[in-house]
């Protein structure tokens, strides 16, 4: 039913006046005392003043573009939402060949016979309208329960339906839900409650990235279910192990419940670098309902960008050992010490380190081509140093005296220190730690320099430094002394420990190694990525002053594990740059490419795509889970056999009626055809009155 009840002029009152007056003014002028009318008779004056007023006032009207009002009276019938649960583990029990033949077939009939208004939507890890093959990798319950209520909130909805078999490995638990729904929602229970003999791997714990040369623990959880008394082994293998025959780890466990659970430990220590993949195995000596579960993979990025650091040194001196083991408590670096007298480098020797420390050593001798310039170098120079060496190898201290003496002074910290943050802990442990055995003179210092600390005398500090960090080029550090182990002996007598020792000799080297890290071009990407989504990667490019562009254009070739290679470009993304693609399960590498101002610039990596076996992991169906759904949004939970009856109570509760609304919409008046044609009317009035009595 349609009526109209009101006109919106969208004028305020004194334009509408305004309009009024207006019309008025110019009819009257028309035909206030024109010559032509004096023969005529009041009666057909009025008349043409009336009509010409009417047309004057409706053209200004139609300026405002008034609109009519319409209310339309809607009925709207109450409908059902049906929510098909689209996972594998529905079909993995014993009632598969139901499910794939003869329950959807079985769906349509009763949907089709009901004559009812059926919204039906099939979900696994996303969901679409219609029903689907029950393929889903993945159970996203909580995202379709979410997605109908809000839809759904502003019509008219009968009830909710939700056929499931209770299991979901993706999203937040459906009754932890604080959804509204406008109807009840009533749950369908589908899938197989059957404990049956069953070993699982049902978790598994570990690194996502390890260092080359550490070992990384794992952490296996395996259930068992009515198995008491059997034996199982668990296997582990690298699967670069094609045919596994050399297990990694191998052990025997005897299940002694019903209700087995137990977690399994281990180390595995890999041999090279890359993203390393590990399969484990289950072995029982008993037949299982369900061996997909039996197996499972896990992956670790092996790294092997620890920065490696050489310890050079002129003497054997306890420094180098307590540096050494100071540095290798940290996974990210490798430490070499050598003996300058039997250290025979090459220039790729050299260029292997990303920084070198000279305990009491002057220069790299021995190799054409090598400069202390090239590498990040932190000088510790002791009465053993060749002083006079040491002035001609750099630029910033100068010893005036190449025979100098050498006292235990302690020192003090700089307050105007800023090449890095020492936290209150650090700070009180440098305050009261052990003399430094330091130059009797200081040598003259290069001012562009940042001092952390100052040669102290009894309580006066001198402001003469003796660790320093040189502001040029080369990033250097200079300790104009030694006994570094003296230090690490008081940590162990005031602490009990090595731990502030270990952080005021990795925040020097941190400093030095600061900018060997700064990339300006590079991919971030997930390792580890499944085929039933897209796999997408960011790039990053910056400028000189570390300002991200992303003008270049910007490729990517991705290459598989036999060698066949797919190429694709970037889309630009604000500042940056954006692909996203779909790969089938295996193992690839990629090579990004850029170039700017003639300079090609690079990055590699390699990724993993898994087929997901989540659904395989638990088959059997959650039935208390979707009983408690249904009670907590004023349902109840039926079977496959009751459906039926579910539509008869759905359609016979109070719930399930017509909805009737009044549905506002506006017409423009100008878009009547009637009201033109009332113009056009009024105007051939006028001209013909105006012909038939004043000719003209």
């Known amino acids: 039913m349609i009526f109209y009840n009101s006109i919106i002029l969208n004028t305020t009152l004194f334009e509408f006046l305004g309009c009024f007056f207006l019309s008025f003014f110019l009819s009257f002028l028309l035909y206030r005392k024109h010559t032509s009318l004096n023969n005529v008779s009041n009666l057909i004056r009025t008349l043409l003043f009336l009509v010409r007023f009417c047309i004057f006032f409706l053209l200004f009207l139609f300026l405002f573009n008034p609109k009519l009002k319409r209310e339309t009276k809607v009925e709207e019938s109450p409908k059902i939402v049906f929510l098909q649960d689209n996972s594998f583990s529905i079909i993995l029990g014993d009632d598969s060949l139901y499910f794939k033949n003869d329950y959807l077939v079985f769906l349509d009939s009763l949907f089709s016979n009901s004559k009812l208004d059926i919204d039906v939507f099939s979900f696994d890890q996303s969901f679409k309208k219609g029903f689907l093959d029950f393929s889903g990798d993945l159970t996203n319950m909580s995202n379709i329960l979410e997605h109908v209520s809000e839809i759904y909130s502003n019509q008219n909805v009968g009830a909710y339906i939700l056929a499931s078999d209770g299991i979901y490995n993706q999203g937040l638990n459906p009754l932890y839900l604080k959804n509204k729904y406008n109807a009840p929602l009533y749950t369908l229970l589908i899938g197989d409650t059957t404990a049956r003999k069953d070993l699982l791997i049902s978790k598994i714990k570990t690194n996502k990235l390890s260092y080359l040369g550490n070992s990384f623990p794992v952490e296996i959880n395996i259930q068992a279910l009515q198995m008491k008394g059997l034996e199982f082994h668990v296997k582990v293998f690298e699967n670069t192990d094609s045919e596994f025959k050399k297990p990694l780890f191998i052990k025997k466990f005897s299940i002694d419940k019903s209700s087995y659970d137990e977690k399994i430990h281990f180390f595995i220590s890999p041999k090279s670098p890359g993203l390393k993949s590990y399969s484990v195995y289950l072995e029982s000596n008993t037949d299982e309902y369900n061996l997909f579960n039996n197996q499972d993979v896990f992956h670790v990025d092996i790294m092997d960008d620890r920065k490696k650091i050489l310890i050079l040194y002129g003497n054997h001196h306890p420094d180098i050992t307590a540096i050494k083991h100071s540095l290798e408590s940290f996974d990210q670096y490798q430490v070499e010490t050598e003996w300058v ?14 920084l070198i420390i000279l305990h009491q050593v002057s220069e790299l001798i021995g190799v054409e081509g090598i400069d202390l310039y090239d590498f990040p170098v932190w000088y510790i120079i002791g009465k053993n140093s060749d002083l006079a060496l040491l002035n001609q190898s750099q ?11 050498f006292e235990f002074s302690n020192f003090a910290l700089n307050d105007n220190f800023s090449t890095f943050n020492l936290s209150d802990s650090l700070v009180d442990f440098l305050s009261y730690s052990s003399s430094l055995l330091v130059p009797f003179l200081v040598p003259e210092v290069n001012s562009l320099t940042d001092v952390l600390l100052n040669k102290q005398i009894g309580s006066i500090n001198t402001n003469k430094p003796i660790l320093f960090f040189a ?6 550090a200079y300790l104009l002394g030694e006994g570094l182990w003296r230090l690490k002996l008081n940590d162990t007598y005031l602490n009990n420990s090595n731990l502030l020792f270990n952080s005021f000799i990795s925040k ?8 060997d890290n700064k990339k300006r071009f590079h991919i971030n990407y997930n390792s580890i990525q499944y085929s039933n989504s897209r796999i997408s990667f960011e790039g990053e490019f910056y400028n000189r002053n570390f300002e991200l562009i992303n003008f270049p254009e910007l490729n990517l070739e991705i290459i598989d594990s036999i060698g066949d290679s797919y190429n694709y470009k970037f889309n630009r993304f604000s500042s940056s740059y954006y692909l996203d693609v779909l790969l089938s399960e295996g193992s690839y590498n ?15 990596g390699s990724f993993i795509v898994l087929k997901p076996n989540f659904e395989s992991k638990n088959t059997i169906a959650n039935f208390d889970l979707l009983n408690n759904l249904a009670r907590l949004n004023n349902g109840y939970a039926t079977s496959i056999d009751s459906l039926d009856n579910l539509f008869q109570n759905i359609q016979q509760s109070p719930n399930f009626k017509v909805s009737t609304y009044i549905e506002n919409s506006f017409k423009s008046l100008i878009n009547f055809q009637s009201l033109l044609l009332l113009l056009l009317l009024l105007l051939f009035i006028e001209w013909s009155v105006r012909r038939r009595y004043i000719n003209f």
């Open 341 to 354: 007298k039997n250290f025979q480098p090459s220039i790729n020797d050299y260029k292997r380190y990303s």
């Open 395 to 405: 630029n910033i201290v100068k010893f005036n005296n190449s025979n100098l003496d």
């Open 471 to 476: 502001k040029n080029q080369q990033k250097s």
């Open 508 to 515: 020097i080297v941190q400093s030095l190694l600061s900018d």
């Open 590 to 604: 990629f090579i990004a490419k850029s170039e700017l101002n003639n300079k090609v610039f690079t990055d590699t």
